[in-house]
């Protein structure tokens, strides 16, 4: 049997998010003695190949490399995806649950006719997984009946490997059909020297209660002494402080960093779904009541606009 | 062009849920209960592509018991046309929803079908996805920015680390993200209004749907409570705990 892994990938290299798939994949693959398999779709990725192929515990590498798949749009990657799992001995197609990989796994699921489980966090076994419902609120045991299972994996809840120590085989797809309903125009990704969101090992993030986006200045000091990613909750996203790829929460980014700063955060359920798996974290908060401190490990009631430069001075 | 918008109806976003004590679900009685954020940005952006001129009619549905009525007549009340509710007591899966709603998309001839990205409830993000296949529509998920050009959707898509730019051809599903739009508050009069304004009610054995589940629910857990943290006096003291945890 084969566990099927879609690469995320910008034709240059994997994404993190995708060594904490492989981790998951892998954890299934020695609950049902399969092997796993990790496609690569794209154009000109010839680095991505290689670093797939020396990946460990990847059996084997499908490239798919044509001008249909360069952006990786799920109308064309998703009949690929079908295609394969109707030729192969696939049983499990296993996806990131990022921004990409949410995009993709229901078009493949809905083709395949079978249900898709968002957000695995635990494999119980070959049927039977365990996701969070309700903003993490609630931790959902669930069994699929379809003969094959489509899944998308928080990157959180599983370790990342090694790009490195495989010696997978290299196998040639033939080339996917442009589908023709859509047209990448163009993308912009914000160039930063911090470390992303998502693979972060520290995190400050910023509430409401920075009152505006220049003050984030003071969360970017603190972050670039101690090599911070930063953050945001919805209220500072709704309130137009800052763009929404900052946000962390049930509908922004799930992390779990090994120190999180909630800054001017006030903790609400939406927010505490993204970030409540991390090692320590710190809030720092005016308001003695703000629910944030029932999570929070260390706990500062303070003014944050004393505190940041305090703390930054400190570092 | 005709729109269709799904609504669902979801436990308010402000209430704490609790897994029951045989831990057999999520307790959902007497809670407070709202259309799901984003399906509400998926009616206003309707609305608007109306208010325009590029939509000539907003079609709402909601597949659901009958309670789902009050959420459709919220839509009603931001300006859809008309509803329609595909009746079922049973909880449906993201997939059986989504054949549901081919159905209609199929029956009415929509160009374009807008949809949240996903609910609150079941955090699935699979709904929009899954028509798109089943209806062999382009898809535009997570967005950010709509514009209808040339029989084209022009859309802004958020993407991990920034914005994609994409042109999808009609017709096509829309998933809605959190910037799209600031949803509007229905007037009293619209409220009113609503109430008047046609809504149907037809079931899965008639749009010849096979809804039966594919996934179990074996059990539901509350997770695991973090322990209780300290309270730090000062920034020095804070430092000082952090450093002691190897975290600095």
Known sequence: ?315 | MKVLVAVKRVVDANVQIRVKSDNSGVDVSNVKMSINPFCEIAVEEAVRLKESGVAEEVIVVSVGADACQEQLRTALALGADRAIQVQTEADLEPLAIAKLLNKVVEREDISLAILGKQSIDGDNNQTGQMLAALAGMSQGTFASNLEIENGEAIVTREIDGGLQKVALKLPSLITTDLRLNEPRFASLPNIMKAKRKPLVQITPEELAVDISPRLTTLEINTPAARAVGERVATVSELVEKLKVEGVL
């Open chain 1, 1 to 315: 049997m084969t566990i099927l892994v879609i690469a995320e990938h910008n034709n240059q290299a994997l994404a993190q998010a995708t060594a904490n798939t492989l981790t998951a994949a892998q954890d299934l693959a020695s609950k049902t003695n399969s092997e796993v398999v990790l496609l690569v779709a794209g154009q000109a990725c010839q680095s991505v190949v290689e670093e797939a192929a020396s990946t460990q515990g990847v059996a084997k590498v499908l490239v798919a490399d044509c001008a249909a798949l360069k952006q990786q749009l799920a109308e064309n990657v998703a009949p690929l995806v079908v295609d394969l799992v109707k030729q192969e001995n696939i049983t499990h197609v296993l996806l990131s649950s990022t921004a990409a990989g949410k995009n993709i796994a229901p078009r493949v699921a809905a083709l395949l006719d079978v249900a898709q489980i968002s957000d695995l966090i635990e494999v119980i076994d070959a049927d039977t997984f365990v996701r969070p419902i309700y903003a993490g609120n609630a931790l959902a045991t669930i069994k699929s009946s379809d003969g094959v299972k489509v899944l998308t994996v928080r990157s959180t809840a599983f370790e990342a490997v090694e790009f490195s120590a495989g010696d997978a085989t290299i196998q040639s797809l033939p080339e996917a059909a442009e589908q023709g309903l859509s047209r990448f125009i163009s993308e912009e990704v914000v160039a930063s020297d911090r470390p992303e969101l998502t693979s972060a090992k520290v995190i400050i993030s910023g509430g409401r209660g920075m009152k505006n986006g220049d003050n984030f200045v003071l969360l970017e000091k603190v972050a670039d002494k101690i090599g911070a990613a930063v953050g945001a909750s919805r209220a500072a996203v709704d309130a137009g402080f800052v763009s929404n790829d900052m946000q962390v929460g049930q509908t922004g980014k799930i992390v779990a960093p090994d120190l999180y700063i909630a800054v001017g955060i006030s903790g609400a359920i939406q927010h505490l779904a993204g970030m409540k798996d991390s090692k320590i974290i710190v809030a720092i908060n005016t308001d003695e009541e703000a629910p944030i401190f029932n999570v929070a490990d260390y706990g500062l009631q303070a003014d944050l606009f004393d505190v940041l430069p305090e703390f930054e001075a400190a570092l």
